[in-house]
C-alpha cells in the first residue's frame, strides 16, 4: 500500500485570503502550479484556489433563468448563486474566488482514497492535514508519476 504521505509534496506553496489576484497569478505563472491552499493567520486551511477560479474572472456573466409571475420574480437558480457569481467577477483578493469548502486527506491513507476523492469532487489537487495541520499537498500528477515508477 502506497500512502499519501510518501507522494505528498511537504512544502506546500499557500496563500492568505488577502493575497491580490494579481500576486496569485504571478504565483501560478512562475512556480508552475495550479492549485494553492489558502491559510488564516494562525496557519488554519480555511480554503483552495486553482487556476480554473482565476479563469471564471474573465467569464461572462451567467444571469440566472426567472419567471414572473404576478409582479414577483421567482429565481428558478439559486440566488445564492448569482450572488456568488458577481462576487468572483469583481474579485480582488483570494478570499474573493476561493473554494471555501475544502475536501482533504490524511498522510496515512492510501493513494486510491487521494485518487477517489480527486474523481467525485472533480478537484486536482488536495491539502494533507494531520491533527487540523497542513503538512502537504497531493495532486493528481503526483498519482500518476506512480504509475510510471
Known amino acids: 500500500m502506497t500512502t499519501v504521505a510518501t507522494i505528498m509534496t511537504r512544502e506546500v506553496i499557500t496563500v492568505r485570503p488577502d493575497t491580490s ?3 496569485l497569478a504571478e504565483l501560478f505563472v512562475n512556480k508552475r502550479i495550479g492549485s494553492v ?3 488564516d ?3 488554519a486551511l480555511t ?6 477560479d482565476l479563469v471564471e ?3 461572462n456573466l451567467h444571469l440566472p433563468t426567472v419567471i414572473s409571475l404576478f409582479d414577483w420574480v421567482i ?3 439559486s440566488e445564492k448563486s448569482l450572488e456568488r457569481e458577481l462576487k468572483k467577477m469583481g474579485g480582488k483578493t483570494v478570499a474573493d474566488i476561493c473554494q471555501n469548502e475544502v475536501h482533504s486527506i490524511s498522510p496515512a491513507d492510501d493513494i486510491s482514497t487521494a485518487a477517489d476523492l480527486m474523481s467525485s469532487h472533480h478537484v486536482n489537487a488536495l491539502p494533507v492535514l494531520e491533527n487540523g495541520k497542513l503538512v502537504g499537498i497531493i495532486s493528481r500528477i503526483d498519482i500518476i ?5
Request: aromatic share 4%; proline share 4%; charged share 25%.
Open 75 to 77: 429565481y428558478l437558480e
Open 21 to 23: 489576484i494579481r500576486e
Open 37 to 39: 491552499p489558502v491559510l
Open 41 to 43: 493567520a494562525d496557519g
Open 47 to 52: 480554503g483552495m484556489v486553482t487556476e480554473s
Open 145 to 149: 508519476r506512480t504509475l510510471l515508477g
Open 57 to 59: 474572472l474573465g467569464k
